[in-house]
């Protein structure tokens, strides 16, 4: 699906009617805030990640949402009920963890099952329920073994079936592929994306993976410190980061700090050793010290000899060269800016450290913060 498009469904989504909605949210542990007053709806149908790094309050906030954790202060509304006071088996979620948390002594099909049952569901319907989750998960042929008889891959496709098997209004997951390999977890993660998308079903995911939040969601809660610092989709979140924080956390940026100048038409910003860079065009604050980003795949690498060819260009040495197969990632340094890295696409590197080059990148590329945010 074209990006355009995607940005386009999470507008959508996020139009439509909230069936989280989270107001002023709080929980203290002692003198701690762990969530520190968070504001959140979340659409219906809407795939929405909590991203954060460890600490910052994500397994807290989604522990509130299932009514696992008891709220400080604030209130939790699911559709239009008030259930910040509801105990979590009545608030109609389906709930994943890191830990499968399997019966070792049922089957997958009576694992799966199990949620139906407590629900006084029929046996009819049990079986046809069971079988339907079952093909959607794609555990076809594995219905009678036990937990311990399958890969950590499956025991979680198990766990997610069970989650959903009784068609919750809300699926909770908190860092559901953490405990898998690389492969699994990139396999997993595609299945769950998928079986959401099938089943409509609103979604929150609790992840401290970028990529697995990038790769999944409709829209993204960057949480630092019991705040969220952003709530965009991940497009936005990548090429228009609110703070430093949320640039530096989601893939690598070169932050450049300096003031903001009018040039005739053009913004500048001025560096503290007085090296003047083009500002995308924009609202820029003449005067203000600001921030600006540049993602290191929109930097381009030349040989320092075509340095005075390019409009503007800054000569640096090339400190380190790494391979990483798609891309070759350059640290280079200059005085008046520190440490750039730049990826490029070079089949083989091109430059070692030593060599002396220039590089430059388009106006446009770049995106302001305008604060001095630290
Ligand atoms: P994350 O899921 O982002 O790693 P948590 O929500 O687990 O973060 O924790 C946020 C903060 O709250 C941390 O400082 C953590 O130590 C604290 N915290 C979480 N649970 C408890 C608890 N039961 N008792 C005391 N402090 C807690």
């Given at each position: 699906?074209?990006?355009?498009?995607?940005?386009n469904?999470?507008k959508?989504?996020?139009?439509q009617?909230?069936?989280?909605?989270?107001?002023?949210?709080r929980?203290d542990?002692g003198?701690?805030?762990?969530?520190?007053?968070?504001?959140?709806?979340?659409a219906?149908?809407?795939?929405?990640?909590?991203?954060?790094?460890s600490?910052?309050?994500?397994?807290?906030?989604?522990?509130?949402?299932?009514?696992?954790?008891q709220?400080?202060?604030?209130?939790i509304?699911i559709?239009?009920r008030?259930?910040?006071?509801?105990?979590?088996?009545q608030?109609?979620?389906?709930?994943?963890?890191q830990s499968?948390?399997?019966?070792?002594?049922?089957?997958?099909?009576?694992?799966i099952?199990?949620?139906?049952?407590?629900?006084?569901?029929?046996?009819?319907?049990?079986?046809?329920?069971?079988?339907?989750?079952?093909?959607?998960?794609?555990?076809?042929?594995?219905?009678?073994?036990k937990?311990?008889?399958?890969?950590?891959?499956?025991?979680?496709?198990?766990?997610?079936a069970?989650?959903?098997?009784?068609?919750?209004?809300?699926?909770l997951?908190?860092?559901p592929?953490?405990?898998?390999?690389?492969?699994?977890?990139?396999?997993?993660?595609?299945?769950?994306?998928?079986?959401?998308?099938t089943?409509?079903v609103?979604?929150?995911?609790?992840?401290?993976?970028?990529?697995?939040?990038?790769?999944?969601?409709?829209?993204?809660?960057?949480?630092?410190?019991?705040?969220?610092q952003?709530?965009?989709?991940?497009?936005?979140?990548y090429?228009?980061?609110?703070?430093?924080?949320?640039?530096g956390?989601?893939?690598?940026?070169?932050?450049l700090?300096?003031?903001?100048?009018?040039?005739?038409?053009?913004?500048?910003?001025t560096?503290?050793?007085?090296?003047?860079?083009?500002?995308?065009?924009?609202?820029?604050?003449?005067?203000?010290r600001?921030?600006?980003?540049?993602?290191p795949?929109?930097?381009?690498?030349?040989?320092?000899?075509?340095?005075?060819?390019?409009?503007?260009?800054?000569?640096?040495?090339v400190?380190?060269?790494?391979?990483h197969?798609?891309?070759?990632?350059?640290?280079?340094?200059?005085?008046?800016i520190?440490?750039?890295?730049a990826?490029?696409?070079?089949?083989?590197?091109?430059?070692s450290?030593?060599?002396?080059?220039?590089?430059?990148?388009?106006?446009?590329?770049?995106?302001?913060?305008?604060?001095?945010?630290?």
């Amino acid at each position: 699906m074209a990006s355009h498009q995607l940005i386009n469904n999470a507008k959508q989504i996020a139009s439509q009617s909230p069936v989280i909605e989270v107001l002023g949210l709080r929980k203290d542990y002692g003198g701690v805030a762990a969530v520190a007053g968070i504001d959140l709806t979340v659409a219906e149908g809407e795939f929405l990640s909590i991203l954060g790094p460890s600490g910052s309050g994500k397994s807290t906030l989604l522990g509130l949402i299932a009514g696992l954790v008891q709220p400080t202060g604030g209130r939790i509304m699911i559709g239009s009920r008030d259930v910040t006071l509801v105990p979590p088996a009545q608030r109609d979620i389906g709930l994943v963890f890191q830990s499968y948390a399997l019966f070792p002594n049922m089957t997958v099909a009576g694992n799966i099952a199990f949620p139906l049952a407590v629900r006084g569901a029929n046996k009819r319907d049990m079986k046809a329920r069971v079988e339907w989750v079952i093909d959607l998960v794609r555990l076809n042929g594995l219905e009678n073994r036990k937990p311990s008889q399958l890969s950590g891959g499956q025991q979680q496709r198990v766990a997610i079936a069970r989650a959903v098997v009784f068609g919750p209004r809300l699926l909770l997951l908190d860092e559901p592929l953490a405990a898998l390999d690389r492969k699994l977890r990139d396999e997993v993660r595609v299945e769950l994306r998928r079986l959401q998308r099938t089943l409509g079903v609103t979604t929150v995911l609790v992840t401290h993976d970028q990529d697995e939040a990038m790769s999944t969601s409709d829209r993204i809660a960057v949480l630092a410190q019991g705040l969220i610092q952003q709530i965009a989709t991940p497009a936005e979140l990548y090429r228009q980061p609110a703070n430093r924080f949320v640039a530096g956390f989601l893939g690598i940026a070169n932050l450049l700090e300096g003031v903001v100048a009018r040039e005739g038409d053009d913004a500048v910003l001025t560096l503290d050793g007085g090296m003047k860079l083009p500002l995308p065009s924009g609202n820029a604050l003449p005067g203000s010290r600001a921030t600006m980003v540049v993602r290191p795949e929109r930097i381009d690498l030349k040989p320092a000899t075509d340095a005075r060819t390019s409009r503007f260009g800054i000569d640096c040495e090339v400190v380190d060269v790494v391979y990483h197969g798609e891309v070759v990632r350059y640290t280079v340094q200059a005085q008046p800016i520190g440490t750039v890295i730049a990826s490029c696409q070079h089949v083989v590197p091109r430059f070692s450290p030593g060599d002396h080059v220039c590089i430059t990148w388009r106006p446009e590329d770049g995106w302001l913060l305008q604060e001095s945010e630290k």
